[in-house]
């Protein structure tokens, strides 16, 4: 089947806060006196933020009520959303914008699938909320990548079946919940990390639509 629609991940292909997590989750591992470097910051990416603060308190999750885990994450919410304050247009990833406009160019449908509840504030300050026929992100589903759900979502957003999508992807849970979801895929970044993908470039700016789609 032609592929008709293209699902972009937002962090890690757009723009990049990855930063801003780490910062986030620092200050909370900080003051619940937790390990935590930027080593660590790997594991989490692509990962929901629930899953992220049980790896972040590792073997002292136990240690913890549901009530004080929902006040963690909260506040490292809290933490990530003062840094969001500073995104404008000029922090989109190189390429990106050349990533949209191509595919509008060639008439393809475009959603997010990611797995951030702050996607449509990201969005918003990098003022490209309206480039997207659909947003999926993570209060659209339950259960976050590497389950497909978002992914679906996403193409029932655009009407589109899942094996008409390609997604674009910078983690490895999130290419692995593309190809769960039956759909083409797009790795951003290092071998060892999206080498799984269908495809697979350095970087955003790197990303060759004609090869993707066999032009």
């Avoid at 702050?118 to 990548?145: P, W, Y």
């Avoid at 060892?192 to 060759?208: I, K, L, M």
């Amino acid at each position: 089947m032609p592929i008709q629609a293209f699902i972009l991940d937002l962090d890690g292909v757009l723009t990049d806060t990855a930063e801003y997590h780490f910062r986030a989750w620092k200050r909370l591992a900080d003051e619940e006196g937790v390990p935590f470097d930027r080593r660590a910051n790997e594991e989490l990416r692509g990962v929901s933020r629930r899953r992220s603060l049980e790896l972040l308190l590792g073997q002292r999750v136990a240690d913890y009520s549901e009530e004080q885990m929902e006040e963690m994450m909260d506040r490292k919410n809290g933490y990530y959303q003062s840094f969001l304050e500073s995104i404008t247009g000029d922090d989109l990833l190189p390429g990106a914008r050349e990533l949209i406009d191509g595919l509008k160019r060639r008439g393809l449908r475009i959603a997010i699938g990611s797995a951030s509840k702050n996607t449509r504030i990201v969005l918003g300050k990098l003022g490209i909320t309206e480039a997207f026929d659909g947003i999926a992100d993570g209060h659209s589903v339950t259960r976050a990548k590497p389950a497909p759900d978002v992914f679906i979502h996403a193409a029932g957003q655009l009407g589109v079946p899942a094996v008409a999508c390609v997604v674009v992807e910078d983690a490895a849970s999130g290419v692995e919940a593309a190809l769960t979801a039956g759909m083409l895929t797009v790795g951003i970044g290092p071998q060892e990390r999206v080498g799984n993908a269908h495809f697979r470039y350095n970087s955003t700016e790197d990303t060759d639509l004609n090869e993707i789609l066999g032009c």
